[in-house]
């Protein structure tokens, strides 16, 4: 067989293919984070709608509900679920068995969507539990799962020093700071506060001792880097999403906290679901100075 040199190439690639598909998969990203926010948002309505007879207005009361891992990657409501104070229920004991199960059934139609293509929105709402039956087990944090905002949310402004006020907030019923915060920067009725130095510190070391207590996958952690440049101190304020680093959002899992006017730094903002607390250390839900 004789071998000859084409007279030209076979086929041509197109001169744009690396921007098209840098395009492409940044279109990808975007619907997966849309549709993972979308999701966790329904999911924090389909547990409210099970415990209201779908009834918004109604009163309820739910801050987690377990989601268990099924074969396909996806996410499947156990059925049991936590009050805000911590205890541990079952839909069937709360609603009785038909509409228990109706409503995860319901709900697992929207909960297979919290899968690995959408991971880096919800698991970082989750703690995650002991397996069950050689599957990952996750209790979804209901609270920050109402809070996420199904459109990507826009860079934090810095507001007026004027419109700051001294609050006492926290994030998980337990630990609480002093802060300033502007009372018309809410979303949901959760704060943005500002924290001084000192308390960044705080918060650095016990978001840190969380950490190496439950795993960095479960929790942000918080680090104060302190340096010396041309004989004048400096510290620079980092924020770790632990849970970004091994998927697609990896090149937002830290950032770098810049201070405000007042030298202060949001830590978290309206993401960790900060409240403010009443001169009793209730709730304050929205906030209202």
């Known amino acids: 067989m004789t071998t000859q040199t084409a007279p030209r190439p076979a086929y041509?690639?197109?001169?744009?293919?690396?921007?098209?598909?840098?395009?492409?998969?940044?279109?990808?990203?975007?619907?997966?984070?849309?549709?993972?926010?979308?999701?966790?948002?329904?999911?924090?309505?389909?547990?409210?709608?099970?415990?209201?007879?779908?009834?918004?207005?109604?009163?309820?009361?739910?801050?987690?509900?377990?989601?268990?891992?099924?074969?396909?990657?996806?996410?499947?409501?156990?059925?049991?679920?936590?009050?805000?104070?911590?205890?541990?229920?079952?839909?069937?004991?709360?609603?009785?068995?038909?509409?228990?199960?109706?409503?995860?059934?319901?709900?697992?139609?929207?909960?297979?969507?919290?899968?690995?293509?959408?991971?880096?929105?919800?698991?970082?709402?989750?703690?995650?539990?002991?397996?069950?039956?050689?599957?990952?087990?996750?209790?979804?944090?209901?609270?920050?799962?109402?809070?996420?905002?199904?459109?990507?949310p826009a860079a934090p402004a810095v507001r007026p020093l004027s419109a700051m006020v001294d609050v006492t907030v926290c994030a998980n019923d337990v630990d609480r700071y002093p802060a300033r915060v502007d009372a018309a920067d809410q979303k949901d009725g959760y704060v943005r506060p500002w924290f001084d130095l000192d308390t960044v510190r705080r918060i650095a070391a016990r978001t840190q001792e969380e950490a190496a207590l439950y795993g960095h996958g479960s929790i942000d952690t918080v680090h104060v880097l302190d340096g010396t440049v041309s004989g004048v101190g400096h510290a620079v304020v980092l924020v770790v999403c632990w849970m970004y680093l091994g998927g697609e959002r990896h090149e937002r899992a830290t950032e770098i906290c810049q201070p405000g006017a007042e030298g202060r730094y949001a830590i978290g903002g309206h993401d960790w679901c900060w409240y403010a607390l009443d001169g009793d250390l209730n709730p304050q839900i929205p906030f209202r100075p």
């Open 12 to 152: 041509r690639i197109p001169a744009n293919l690396s921007s098209a598909v840098d395009a492409a998969l940044k279109a990808t990203d975007g619907a997966h984070d849309r549709l993972g926010r979308a999701m966790v948002v329904t999911t924090a309505a389909a547990v409210r709608d099970i415990l209201t007879g779908c009834k918004a207005d109604a009163p309820f009361d739910a801050s987690a509900v377990e989601l268990a891992e099924t074969a396909d990657g996806g996410l499947f409501p156990s059925g049991r679920y936590w009050t805000l104070a911590g205890e541990e229920r079952d839909f069937v004991e709360a609603v009785g068995l038909t509409e228990a199960g109706n409503g995860i059934h319901d709900m697992s139609g929207w909960t297979a969507y919290l899968d690995e293509s959408t991971r880096d929105v919800w698991h970082p709402l989750c703690n995650q539990l002991p397996d069950r039956h050689g599957r990952a087990v996750y209790a979804l944090d209901l609270l920050r799962a109402a809070a996420v905002e199904l459109d990507e």
